[in-house]
RNA sequence: GGAGUUGUAGCUCAAUUGGUUAGAGUGCCACCCUGUCACGGUGGAUGUUGCGGGUUCGAGUCCCGUCAAUUCCGCCA
């Protein structure tokens, strides 16, 4: 029986020195010097320099050997002198000669390297993805995702969570995004749905009890990708709490994240409490409801001082209801023209219809609008913006949602271009009081601005008495760097208020009931007021990383176009599969011609292979 | 579904206003080398310039279409 190693690749030390050891793993790199030959082991722990002298028996099998190979060494651990040291090898003190070597697996010519650094296609990575994921940040990106995870779970079980699983195969739920369907072969022509979050059981956990819940929960979403968004699937660290207000469940994740940011990132961590940004103000100061807070700019509105200037094209748009916003920036007045020009060309990409700034340098405003304006309007903006010499102030005016969507969109477009988002922080902020209804622009009425089950705050009284678009919501997002985290909420536990804020949504009694019949018999049977939240693992990770682009932490990523190009998936299934699913293909949506004629070719191709296997006499398969 | 960027050797990239046989590094193959650690040296093989069409005496380069990758918008708590 041959022992595959007494010891890992990354342990071996000066104090092993004179032992007999044997190691296995992948070879990560050759330096052939002809009367030695180096080779750097390679496993999941560490390099280990093997010293092999030609002239062992073993030797021969060289031909074999190639870059990624997996092989056993047995050898004499041998402290390196002095001069030959590797400081930058955990193990670089010691070097194995190597008396006896097997080769465990042998490896073809791999398409890209994994012991220098160049970067392969994204395509040819993923379809090798195993080979990828031996590389050394990939491979640790994913062992800190694992780590983060043990953390998370010991952290929260610490709190007195309860890690319970809830189901895969569920029902279609009334979260925003598409589903991904499941057919029923019991069941024709019904299907489940993968949870897009199990936000309705966590719920029913509370009623049933359990008091406090976690989970790592997968969620399945078929959306597009983005570079911080997974196509498919992705995982949450999904809470609830019961008798908990959205304080405590602040206090919750500001523990969790004072905790764990620090343990896997060396980055400045905004200190806890994290600061609570109120959605209306978010929007009005950054021009997002998820600002990155490490960015300095800010956007402030001007609209008065331009409401009666002598520059018509601002004024007019103050007298049809716009606004007008501006970002000053400070001590930049020695950029060049092109940089003004370049900017007002990306906030015209951004929807603007152009963008205008003032220069404050020498006691003077440099700008092609200042002609127009009085001094007293360019003293109020100098004062409003509290701008000193070298500072420059841009000005876009429009419907104010506009004015502020691009604002935000300008807001961080300075500060890349500028170099003022610091590398090495990570500033946390909520935001909160998200409005529970907005108007809808179609039909002039009330709509559920984001989630519907949230606790309106004011509960019944407010939905009573007030107007329905000043009521704000137990609703909150985290946000860290500019990227949204998650969203929570104190959940809406009592059916009376539930049935009250759909019906200002425009939803009649029986709609709530057909539609969340379940959820609203469950309130009705003894429900204890609840709240919750589910960060994405992913993107803590990605951050902890310092990655910018979600698969770097992800062992098995779907590409954009949401395919495992290393299984094949998605991919077509026999038509035997389809039959017994009862899926059809429905005429109508396909050109008749073409369906058909796959269909009479697969029911032929079926009837040979079923003849076939008719005509044989019976082996395995038992009747 | 829409927009931007990119597409040249296995990989990273070069190739002047359109100009003659498309180059370099790395990897691959062969040989040399006893202290390297991204070892070094010599030699060699490797290209449908994503694909299809067009303009031109001549296209990697210009034009049109198409495909793919990626980022963004739409969508997505």
Partial sequence: MHQFRTHTCGELTKAD??????????????????????????????????????????????DKWRVETVVCFTGTVVTRAAETVNPKLATGEIELVAEDMVILGECDVIPFQIAKEEQAPEATRLAYRFLDLRKEKLHSNIMLRSKLIAEIRRFMTGLGFNEIQTPILTSSSPEGARDYLVPS???????????????????????????????????????????????????????????ATQDDIFAV????FMEIFPKFSSKK???????????????????SDKPDLRNPLFIQDVSDIFAKSGFKAFASVVENGGKVKA???????????????????????????????????????????????????LDALKAAGNIQDGDVMFFLADKESLALEVGGQVRTELGKRLNLISDDEFKMCWIVDFPMFELDEETGKPMFSHNPFSMPQGGMEALETMDPLSINAYQ????????????????????????????????????VDEKFGGMIKAFKLGAPPHGGIAPGVDRMAMLLCDEPNIREVIAFPFNQQAQDL????????????????RIIPLPQELKFEETFKKLYAEAARIREIEAAANNTTAGDAAK
């Fill in 327 to 377: 970002i000053k920036v400070p001590g930049i007045a020695g950029q060049p023209r092109s940089f003004y020009d370049s900017m007002i060309d990306f906030a015209k990409e951004c929807g603007a219809k152009g963008m205008a700034y003032i220069i404050w340098t020498g006691n003077e405003e440099k700008s092609p609008i200042v002609k127009f304006m009085a001094r007293e309007e």
């Fill in 17 to 62: 020195a004179g032992k007999t050891v044997r190691i296995s793993g992948w070879i990560h790199s050759v330096r052939d010097h002809g009367g030695v030959i180096f080779i750097d082991l390679r496993d999941h722990y560490g390099k280990t320099q093997v010293v092999i002298d030609p002239n062992k028996s073993f030797y021969q099998e060289l």
């Fill in 476 to 511: 909150y997002d985290i946000v860290c760097n500019g990227i949204e985290l998650s969203s929570g909420a104190i959940r809406n536990h009592r059916p009376e208020i539930m049935y009250k804020a759909f019906e200002i949504a425009g939803y009649d009694k029986s709609v």
């Fill in 185 to 243: 072969r019991v069941h024709p022509g019904q299907f489940y749905a993968l949870p897009q979050a199990p936000q309705q059981f966590k719920q029913l956990l509370m009623i049933a009890g359990f008091d406090k819940y976690f989970q790592i929960a997968p969620c399945f979403r078929d959306e597009d990708a983005r570079a911080d968004r997974s196509p498919g699937e992705f995982y949450q660290l999904d809470m609830e709490m019961s008798f």
């Fill in 566 to 581: 290393m299984m094949n998936a998605p991919a077509t299934v026999d038509m035997k599969q389809l039959r017994e699913l």
């Fill in 253 to 256: 994740i500001e523990s969790l």
């Fill in 269 to 287: 961590l905004t200190p806890a409490p994290f600061p609570r940004i109120p959605y209306r103000e978010s929007m009005q100061k950054y021009g």
